[in-house]
């Protein structure tokens, strides 16, 4: 636990002994602004809890870090300090989300590089391919490109060479396109986009389950109805509540920062006690499952003939 | 309505005589496939539906096309018949969608250009607070842009020149970046974006919506529940449906091809009787409150100072 001494005592002293006694303060000087411009914040970042925290996990001190803090800094010091795995350009964002076909969607990148090149591209398919074998368990995971359209000719000039490429990568079960529709759908493992269209399609997604979620509330505006009306509504919500829990953003927090040779989850800012711990849990299945290893044994096997 | 009689006929012969007297048939030799490269359809377009149509249009025979055909070959050729408006480089695809307040939000460009100049985003700002104006009824509609986060650094060059255009053109409300979970919040009355993440930002949301409601439905897999349970699961889908409702596409079928001078509206290619009927009223609409040439009139007051 890397931070101000002074910010964090107060949290731990009213924590269990069991608690504290597997936890170790590690003392920072000051903490990167959530508002700080990361060009910025990374130039300034000596004793910072960000940067103290990633240089234990460089010196192999800790297995991960998990953070809700300034997004740009924190993918820009970990490259940084971890520095990305060979035959990776640039580290991605990544999350796995629940489907309609009760299974999960691997989806990256989701706002680590705004521009992606057609390379980039394949990168994130093998990446999102290994967390999808690894961390889902699904053995030949299916690989997609989010796109405009599903016919060849559709979208971007870096998507359609990312296609040509894929499709000429054995080791990748590579499906063709699809559109955002089939966020949830579950017709693929793995949704590859850039980083800007990901960051947007995750937003739009959470934004519309939430505003669900809030519809369900029983309305506010007729207080006078009858007692057993007001019941049915907390009935039915608890109900349909029950039946969408799975889509709740808390249930599936933490980004991982894909490519690097280390462990890096990004919580959300906003991120409630539970909704954190489900971040945390990220981090240990990542390194249980040794991912960035994993990730690199892939590339050489794959990257090479691609070239 | 422009088409082969032969496929028209067995519908028309249905109809009432009085909706018969009030229709003409215009014969077309051939129809664009949808799944034709739009280059391609574009060069053999000659006798097709979609070009007839047009042309009426271009002739002042018919004040307006509706269209659920092929969008690509729509949009090139209304382009190539209909000719933008002065001061725009290329036509935006345009929605009106429901929002959280009780109002609407205009969406633009849908998917009409997957990569746009700065210079275009401003011109979809303009067009989208004109259709606002009039449309939707606002008499000084908020503009904003799509971007991944609301700090002035973020995103795409493209975005942030148009942000630093739009801030200086007084006849805009330009209040700057909004995130993708904010397409339905009703934060913003014109929200502006390049047709490649508004394609996929609003297929998401669509997505996302039809699971939803799909969700609502009763478990198919409880068919031996109480008669009562299975009478209430029926009961609070109807409700659910009710405060819904104004969500479902089918209620905003119907995109406008906007900056062009005429009116063309393209509905979705799987839209039912009630979607389509709602694109006609669409195109009515447009062509009763003069849009193109208010677009027209408005782009010589705001471009020249913009230069």
Redesign the interface.
Known sequence: MVGQPDAIAPYLSAADASLRSRLRVVAAETVIPN?A?PSHAIRNSRGSSMRIALELVKRGEAQAVVSAGNTGALMGLATLLLKPLEGIDRPALVTVLPN?RKSKTVVLDL?AN??CSSAMLVQFAVMGAVLAEEIVGIPAPRVAL?N?GE?E?K??DNIREAAAVLKTTPAIDYIGYL???????GKTDVLV?D???G??????????????LS??KP?GDKPRSAWWLRWLGRW?QK??AK??GHLNPDQYNGACLLGLRGTVIKSHGAANQRAFAVAIQQAVQAVQRQIPERIALRLKAVLPKSD
């Open positions: 508002d411009k309609q706002g705004v521009a989010l405009i016919e000719c979208g971007l559109e955002g529709n089939d966020l949830l759908s986009c980083g800007f269209v960051n947007v399609t995750l937003k739009t997604m959470e934004g519309v389950v939430r505003m669900f519809l369900l309305a039915i109900r349909v039946r969408f």
